[in-house]
């Protein structure tokens, strides 16, 4: 599995615009790049993911570069209900008969605190 | 997403006890994934399952079992709980097609978890 790098953490202030970078430099070309993040106590929540493209969802942006190896999520302007662990992952293609499909590997992530 | 849901979301066991930690989702996905998370290890898969009475190990499954008679829900159960089967399991779901064809890119949608405490 591609293993993804990010910043332990990163600050934002509120109304601006949070862009989390993320390195995947062994990504293979049939993987996707995807974004969580988590509150504290909850769930992971789904962000946004990409294959090649850049992305836009009513959440955020993913931008990638043309050679896949590293990605940027776009939080185009950060709330204090923004502040949570982001976290980059890069996730095998399925395979019929593999096991790797569900394998999402989660990293330590980006603790992104959005100040007022 | 109220889609998925796990119960019960808390829980105190006591060492050698069994514990079942359950998993309901309203999507019909066909891909249902248990994880646990504990500091310092983020979040790890436990089993999967690909169907219904089609399930697979993960990265972590001794001391856990599994099952899955109908699509919406996956059980998991602790046979034996240890203290270090003390964590928070997350239940998640994925539907593999998408307009009838296989789609690797689906969303994997998580539950809110369980806290499970065994003393």
């Known amino acids: 599995d591609a293993k993804t790098t990010q910043p332990t953490s990163m600050d934002c202030a509120e109304g601006r615009a949070a862009n989390l970078p993320c390195n995947h430099s062994?990504?293979?070309?049939?993987?996707?790049v995807y974004w969580y993040r988590q509150i504290h106590s909850q769930g992971p929540q789904y962000i946004i993911h990409?294959?090649?493209n850049n992305e836009t969802n009513e959440m955020a942006s993913l931008i990638i570069t043309e050679d896949r190896k590293s990605s940027t999520l776009i939080l185009p302007h950060a709330t204090l209900r923004d502040t949570a662990v982001y976290y980059c992952?890069?996730?095998?293609?399925?395979?019929?008969?593999?096991?790797?499909?569900?394998?999402?590997?989660f990293g330590q992530g980006t603790i992104l605190t959005v100040h007022p | 997403d109220a889609g998925i849901t796990q119960s019960p979301r808390y829980k105190i066991t006591e060492t050698g006890r069994q514990v079942t930690l359950m998993c309901h989702q309203t999507?019909?996905?066909?891909?249902m994934f248990w994880y646990r998370q504990d500091l310092g290890h983020g979040l790890r898969l436990i089993y999967y399952?690909?169907?219904?009475?089609?399930?697979d190990k993960g990265e972590v499954p001794d001391g856990y079992v599994v099952s899955r008679s109908k699509t919406e829900n996956f059980p998991l159960t602790l046979e034996s709980a240890t203290r270090s089967q003390t964590s928070v399991y997350f239940c998640?779901?994925?539907?593999?097609?998408?307009?009838?064809?296989?789609?690797?890119?689906?969303?994997?949608?998580f539950g809110e978890g369980s806290w499970l405490t065994v003393v």
């Open positions: 998640a779901s994925s539907d593999l097609l998408a307009g009838g064809k296989i789609h690797s890119g689906n969303t994997i949608y």
């Open positions: 062994t990504i293979s070309g049939n993987e996707y």
């Open positions: 990409g294959l090649k």
């Open positions: 992952i890069v996730r095998p293609p399925f395979s019929a008969g593999g096991t790797s499909y569900g394998k999402l590997t």
């Open positions: 999507w019909s996905h066909s891909y």
């Open positions: 399952s690909a169907a219904a009475d089609i399930t």
